[in-house]
């Protein structure tokens, strides 16, 4: 069992709201009550003094979330190394694994998929990220964004599911999941030319997003493909130039 023990107001709350949104059987005891017979981790603040011969998970209010996710994979006997997997695309599944738990999943837009995984490993010893090579442009912008942190090329054949009635929009996320559970290649960069044909495709798209059937230029197209413009934005960026 999980056990709050915090004199943090804030913490208290947050971790609280936390383990009950995802239907945790836990308590909260007063700093310096006896704990629960059956207590296996604790959740305290930075300055809250409290002796007990379990796993203690100290954390403040602005990173409960985070104390969350380790006290679970403590429970669960699935402590390890963190590892994030990606399916690539215009909005990336992303899946945090703490060993073999899952502890984290996303579904975000390509601009904000960097953000998320340096928040995600923020605090990891030894992190991994794992992206898929399917979707080619995408992948490598991701690759490059990432300086600094360990990742792996996944040969992501086979890791999207069959996805069955109202399992709608979570493929790309089971496919994070099983790609983080795949080894891949060490890579530092990857450097991707888009081809005439996706060029072309992605062309096709704004003109049929657009009310004007508006094809943007080449140079846009390359900035959507790198995932640096949304279809939208480069459609702006074609109005305000007058073409």
Same mark, same amino acid.
């Given at each position: 069992?999980?056990?709050?023990?915090? $004199?943090?107001?804030?913490?208290?709350?947050?971790?609280?709201?936390?383990?009950?949104?995802? /239907?945790?059987?836990?308590?909260?005891?007063?700093? &310096?009550?006896?704990?629960?017979? @059956?207590?296996?981790?604790?959740?305290?603040?930075?300055?809250?003094?409290?002796?007990?011969?379990?796993?203690?998970?100290?954390?403040? /209010?602005?990173?409960?979330?985070?104390?969350?996710?380790?006290?679970?994979?403590?429970?669960?006997? &699935? =402590?390890?190394?963190?590892?994030?997997?990606?399916?690539?695309?215009?909005?990336? /599944?992303?899946?945090?694994?703490? =060993?073999?738990?899952?502890?984290?999943?996303? @579904?975000?837009?390509?601009?904000?998929?960097?953000?998320?995984?340096?928040?995600?490993? %923020?605090? $990891?010893?030894?992190?991994?990220?794992?992206?898929?090579?399917?979707?080619?442009?995408? /992948?490598?912008?991701?690759?490059?964004?990432?300086?600094?942190?360990?990742?792996?090329?996944?040969?992501?054949?086979?890791?999207?599911?069959?996805?069955?009635?109202?399992?709608?929009?979570?493929?790309?996320?089971?496919? $994070?999941?099983? *790609?983080?559970?795949?080894? &891949? %290649?060490? *890579?530092?960069?990857?450097?991707?030319?888009?081809?005439?044909?996706?060029?072309?495709?992605?062309?096709?798209?704004?003109?049929?997003?657009?009310?004007?059937?508006?094809?943007?230029?080449?140079?846009?197209?390359?900035?959507?493909?790198? &995932?640096?413009?949304?279809?939208?934005? $480069?459609?702006?960026? @074609?109005?305000?130039?007058?073409?």
């Amino acid at each position: 069992m999980i056990v709050v023990a915090t $004199a943090d107001f804030e913490l208290y709350h947050e971790a609280v709201d936390e383990l009950r949104s995802r /239907g945790v059987s836990f308590t909260t005891v007063e700093p &310096g009550d006896p704990l629960p017979e @059956h207590a296996r981790v604790l959740i305290t603040g930075p300055d809250d003094e409290i002796e007990a011969n379990i796993e203690r998970v100290t954390a403040t /209010g602005d990173d409960a979330r985070r104390a969350v996710d380790e006290a679970l994979t403590t429970l669960r006997g &699935g =402590g390890g190394r963190t590892i994030v997997g990606v399916d690539p695309g215009i909005r990336p /599944g992303i899946a945090v694994l703490s =060993g073999e738990t899952v502890v984290a999943a996303f @579904h975000v837009p390509l601009t904000d998929a960097v953000e998320v995984i340096r928040r995600e490993i %923020e605090d $990891a010893v030894n992190p991994v990220v794992r992206i898929g090579d399917g979707a080619r442009i995408q /992948g490598a912008k991701l690759i490059n964004d990432l300086d600094g942190v360990a990742v792996e090329l996944v040969d992501e054949t086979g890791t999207t599911p069959y996805l069955g009635s109202g399992a709608r929009g979570m493929g790309d996320v089971l496919a $994070a999941v099983n *790609i983080a559970q795949m080894s &891949g %290649e060490d *890579i530092d960069s990857r450097e991707i030319e888009p081809t005439a044909g996706e060029l072309q495709r992605i062309k096709d798209r704004s003109r049929e997003a657009s009310e004007e059937s508006r094809s943007i230029d080449d140079e846009l197209a390359r900035r959507v493909a790198s &995932g640096e413009l949304s279809i939208e934005e $480069a459609l702006a960026e @074609h109005r305000a130039r007058g073409e």
